[in-house]
């Protein structure tokens, strides 16, 4: 069963959908970017069936200025007071949850992560958000991965032998793969700092495909044991395999206290 809720944050109305289940954990789902809860092509929506089919019940909400929720949009560094009210709300919704996983893709996680876990008892972060600006050019190690897919590729090659692909790109992309790795950004400092203070546990999920959170791990303790990656999934873990992955990630995070 699926319930439309409204809540309150600093004044502004906040619109937030729960799908109900009767287990005692459930999920916080932190959008990132300006993307609605329902999720590009609704796949948030739909994973959060199954996952209160699985017995966990989901949170899913619109931060100010975002979709059905009224306010200013504050953007991820200002979302912690919103990410605190939706915990309310959820608490308050479903009062026989006992722990609340929060989890944020991108942004989202990046906002967990100052919020030191903004009141959640567990974290889980896919693809952290490092960048200090929205148009940074990707990391080395970033580019060095593209080329490796793309020479594994024979429609590449082909498209090489075409003369589709532009020497000049790809002379200024090799360049860039062959330098050295940057220096972290101060966001990269800054989330690192805030999940050092959360005490619960952590899933770091990274999409081997994806720009932002190779970013990341250019940055990361690669030997963390919280990583967990997943091979050939893009940013918001779209392709049929990867889906069921970060289902099985999600759920495994909400069973295990």
């Known amino acids: 069963m699926r ?11 906040l619109l937030g959908t729960l799908d109900e289940a009767a287990g005692a954990a459930g999920l916080l789902w932190v959008g990132g970017g300006n ?23 989901v949170f899913r909400f619109d931060r100010r200025g975002v979709g059905d929720s009224d306010g200013e949009n504050r ?4 979302s912690a007071p919103d ?13 026989g949850l006992d722990r609340i996983v929060a989890f944020g893709n991108c942004d989202g996680a990046s906002s967990l992560m100052l919020g030191s876990g903004c009141g959640a008892q567990a974290l889980v972060l896919a693809n952290p958000w490092t960048f ?8 080395p190690e970033a580019i060095r991965a593209r080329y490796a897919a793309k020479l ?23 360049a860039r793969a062959a330098g050295p790795a940057d220096a972290p950004s101060p966001l990269a400092a800054e989330i690192e700092q805030g999940l050092a203070a959360f005490a619960g546990q952590v899933r770091i999920l990274i999409a081997e495909r994806d720009r932002t959170g190779q970013a990341f791990l250019a940055g990361w303790d690669a030997t963390d044991a919280r990583l967990a990656r997943c091979p050939d999934a893009s940013h918001a873990f ?6 069921e992955w970060m289902l099985n990630q999600l759920c495994d995070a909400l069973a295990h206290e």
């Open 152 to 174: 594994k590729d024979p429609r590449e090659w082909l498209r090489m032998a075409k003369g589709e692909v532009s020497l000049g790109k790809l002379a200024k992309g090799l």
């Open 35 to 57: 993307e609605i809860r329902s999720g590009a092509f609704a796949g948030q929506a739909q994973l959060a069936v199954r996952i209160a089919a699985a017995g966990y019940p």
């Open 132 to 139: 200090d600006e929205d148009d940074a050019a990707p990391p």
């Open 3 to 13: 319930r439309h809720l409204e809540f309150a944050c600093e004044g502004a109305t």
């Open 75 to 78: 953007g991820f560094r200002g």
């Open 238 to 243: 779209v392709e049929p395999d990867a889906r």
């Open 83 to 95: 990410i605190a009210a939706a915990l309310a709300a959820f608490r308050a919704a479903a009062p």
